[in-house]
C-alpha cells in the first residue's frame, strides 16, 4: 500500500507536490469549528493499515497543535499502521532553557507534546541555537534537511554577480554554506566601537564590491528587525539595494512591508510557509525525509 | 505549607475567591505570546515542594491547552509537589463517540492530554450526554460538583412565585432535580403531533401557571437555540417572560444579546466563565472538590 499523505488545513499545495514526487496518495480530511470554538475533525480516507504522513507546518503553531494532535489520534483510533509528521517549519525551538527564573522551557514541553501524537517528525532547518539537535528535546525520530544547497542553487541562477552578506559574526557559518555552494564571495559585517554608545558597522573591502548585489540570508525571518537593520547599513556604505532571503516566512506583523520599505531589492523565501515571498521549493527534501521513514511504502523518489 | 493556587490568564478573580476560602495562597505567573505567536510562560511565584491547583476555565479551550500544559509542565519541573487543575468549565465533552465514519473521538483526545498535564481536576456540571462520568474519558482521579442546590437557592431568593420550565423530555431530570431543591413546582413542555410537518409545543396546565414568573434552567447556554424558542413558545401561551438560568456562560456568537432580545425577562448564569450574566456565585463548590483533593495543605473550609 502506498503512502497515505493528509494536510492539514493550509498545507494541501505541500502535501500535493510531496506525493507527486513519493508517488504517494494524498487523503482528504475536515477540520472545523463548533460554534463554542472546539475543534472537529474527520478524516476522509482509509487510514486503517496504512503508513500515514500527515503535512502541517506550524508558524502560529498554538492554533495548529490541537487540530494536529486529534488527526493524529484520530488515525491511531481508526488502525493506521504508523503516523509521521513533515512539518517544513518547526516551532518553538527558541526557549529551549530557563534564561530567567520560573521560565517554562517550552522547546522542550511542546517537542514531548508531539512525541506522544507523532512516530516520526521531518523538518528543515530547525532554529536550534543551543540545543545540539532536534534529538535533545524529541522522544520521536527525527530527520533534519537542510535549504541551503536549494537557496545556493537559486541564488546562482538568479542573482548575477552576487554577494552573500552576514549581518554579524554569529552568522558567518551559514553565510558561508551558502557562498560556498554558490561559488559566491561572502563578507560579514563588522562593529566597529568608536565611543562608550557609539558603534559603526562597516563592510570590510566595501570598495571591492559596488558593482555586485548583495544577498542577506537567514534561516528565519521573524520581525526582520536585523535584516532591515543590515540593509540600512549596506545602503549608507554605498552598495546596490540588497537581495533578502530568509528560509521560513514567519514574518510577525508587518516585517514583510517593512523589509520592502527599508529598501530590498527583493525578499525571497523557501515553501516551507506559504506566502506570497516564496520562489525556493524545498518539496525535494521534504520527499527525501519522507521516504527515509517509509522506505516500502513511498515509490521511488524522482531526481 | 499551604496550597498555591494559580491562576490563568482570566481566571484571577476566581482564583482569589476560591484561595480566600481554602485558606491558600494566590501565586502569580506570567503568559504571553511572541510577535511569532508562540507562547511564553514564567512562574514568579516558588513552587517547589508545594502542592498547586492550577485555575482555567476551559471555554474556547483551543487557545488554553498550550498555556496550561506549559505552566503545568513548567511548575512540575520546578519541582512541584502535586499539580491539579480547577477548571469550572470543561470543553470537548461533546464529541464523545464517533458519530460518522472517520471523525475523531475528541472528548478522549482532549482528556489524554489533559491527564497527561496534571495530576487530578475538579470541574462542576460537565456536559456529560452518554458518557457515565469523567472517569470514562479522564485517566486522572476527577471530582465533580453540581450547581444544581445553588441555583435552587438563587431561585428561592430572587424570583417570587417561580415556575420552572424543561423545555424538553430531556431536560426533565435536571429542572427537577433545581425544581424539588426550590420546593418549586415544574413543568416540561409537551410537542404535539398535529400533522406530518406540524408540530405545536404546549404548556401542560397552562392556565394554572399565570400567576408565575417562568424559569429555564440548562447546563450550558451555548448557542442558546432551545432556550430562544422555548421563551417564544412560553410568550405564544401567555405566560409571564421568563428567567432564563444557565450554569455555563459558554454564548457562542450573540447567543446572549439574542436571548435577551427574544422576550427573557433576564438571563442569568453561575460564575463558572466569567460573564456579565454571572449571578450565581459557586466558588463553595471549587472550595469543596480542592480541599479533597488537598487535605493536608488547605486550610479549614469556611462554611
Known amino acids: 500500500m502506498t503512502l497515505l499523505i493528509l494536510p492539514l488545513p493550509g498545507n494541501e499545495e505541500a502535501a500535493q507536490a510531496l506525493a507527486e514526487r513519493n508517488a504517494a496518495e494524498v487523503g482528504a480530511l475536515t477540520v472545523r469549528r463548533f460554534p463554542d470554538g472546539e475543534t472537529y475533525v474527520r478524516l476522509e480516507t482509509e487510514v486503517r493499515d496504512r503508513d500515514v504522513a500527515l503535512v502541517s507546518s506550524l508558524h502560529r503553531p498554538d492554533d495548529k497543535l490541537l487540530p494536529l494532535a486529534f488527526v493524529a489520534e484520530t488515525a491511531r483510533d481508526l488502525g493506521s499502521r504508523s503516523i509521521g509528521l513533515v512539518a517544513p517549519y518547526l516551532a518553538y525551538l527558541r526557549q529551549d532553557r ?61 542573482v548575477p554577480q552576487a554577494l552573500l552578506v552576514g549581518p554579524d559574526a554569529e552568522s558567518a557559518q551559514w553565510v558561508e554554506a551558502v557562498a560556498h555552494g554558490a561559488n559566491l564571495p561572502f563578507v560579514v559585517l563588522e562593529k566597529v566601537r568608536r565611543g562608550d554608545r557609539d558603534v559603526a558597522v562597516s563592510v570590510p573591502e566595501v570598495d571591492r564590491w559596488r558593482e555586485r548585489t548583495p544577498v542577506l540570508v537567514d534561516d528565519i525571518i521573524s520581525t526582520g528587525r536585523t535584516m532591515i537593520e543590515t540593509v540600512g547599513h549596506l545602503q549608507r556604505a554605498g552598495l546596490r539595494p540588497p537581495v533578502c532571503i530568509g528560509v521560513h516566512a514567519v514574518f510577525a506583523d508587518r516585517a514583510y512591508e517593512d523589509l520592502l520599505a527599508a529598501g530590498a531589492a527583493a525578499v525571497i523565501t523557501c515553501n516551507t510557509i506559504p506566502h506570497p515571498s516564496n520562489r525556493i521549493d524545498l518539496t525535494p527534501l521534504l520527499a527525501e525525509g519522507v521516504a527515509a521513514f517509509t522506505p516500502d511504502t513511498t515509490g521511488a523518489v524522482a531526481t
Do not use: C, K, N
Open 98 to 158: 530557563r534564561f530567567q527564573e520560573g521560565e517554562g522551557v517550552t522547546s522542550r514541553y511542546f517537542a514531548r507534546l508531539i512525541s506522544g501524537s507523532v512516530d516520526w517528525l521531518v523538518t528543515i532547518d530547525p532554529h536550534l541555537h543551543r540545543l545540539p539537535s532536534l534529538g535533545a528535546v524529541y522522544a520521536i525520530p527525527t530527520r533534519v534537511l537542510h535549504a541551503a544547497p536549494h537557496v545556493s542553487a537559486w541564488i546562482r541562477e538568479q
